[in-house]
């Protein structure tokens, strides 16, 4: 059984940084078609994707958090990791760990089959 953890989220006031972690068991990302990302919710508005890695490829992330912030994975760990600089009062959000068998996958909800609980951020001006 696959479990995604999020830990991390913290208010913060513009300009901050964090770093959120997520910790899985049940779900080996060094398998060939293994895709994790993370997302983000605001309240009244619908989950968006925020970066994504997939082994042995690239990783993507949204236009919003380009430059900003950085997504990876340290495989001894079996962690995904998000660090997030230069944060903005709209980052403010509840940050969504995602898994997923698959070669590739983008940066949309369906792309994934196992979702953690969530960890909060909050960005303050």
């Known amino acids: 059984q696959v479990q995604l953890v999020e830990s991390g989220g913290d208010s913060v006031q513009a300009g901050g940084s964090l770093r959120l972690s997520c910790a899985a068991s049940g779900y080996t990302y060094t398998y060939s078609s293994s895709c994790m990302a993370w997302f983000r919710q605001a309240p009244g508005k619908e989950r968006e994707g925020v970066a994504r890695?997939?082994?042995?490829?690239?990783?993507i992330y949204a236009d919003s958090v380009s430059g900003r912030f950085t997504i990876s994975r340290d495989n001894a760990e079996n962690t995904l990791y998000l660090q997030m600089s230069g944060l903005k009062p709209e980052d403010t959000a509840m940050y969504y760990c995602?898994?997923?068998?698959?070669?590739?996958?983008?940066?949309?909800?369906?792309?994934?089959?196992?979702w953690g609980q969530g960890t909060q951020v909050t960005v303050s001006s």
């Open positions: 890695i997939c082994t042995a490829r690239t990783p």
């Open positions: 995602a898994a997923g068998y698959r070669k590739w996958a983008g940066l949309g909800t369906g792309e994934y089959t196992y």
